[in-house]
């Protein structure tokens, strides 16, 4: 099998990546942060031609959508 080239070479972790990585492992996610990052990520994947598509109409369907149990 050919070498995957991610594994070939310099494998060190970069000091600054792992500073950054271990202080942001203190960090408490709030249930808003949790949120936000749902609706940020519902609009990223919306069709980019959907012009009737906004951040806030996404925030304000995650307020009316409930999943059937």
């Not at 990520?41 to 307020?63: C, Y």
């Amino acid at each position: 099998m050919a070498d995957r080239k991610q594994f070939v070479g310099d494998m060190s972790v970069d000091p600054r990546l792992r500073a950054l990585l271990d202080s942001s492992a203190e960090v408490n996610v709030t249930e808003e942060d949790l949120r936000e990052q749902r609706i940020s990520f519902a609009f990223g994947n919306a069709p980019v031609d959907a012009k009737d598509i906004t951040k806030e109409s996404v925030r304000l369907a995650s307020k009316n959508l409930r999943l059937r149990r």
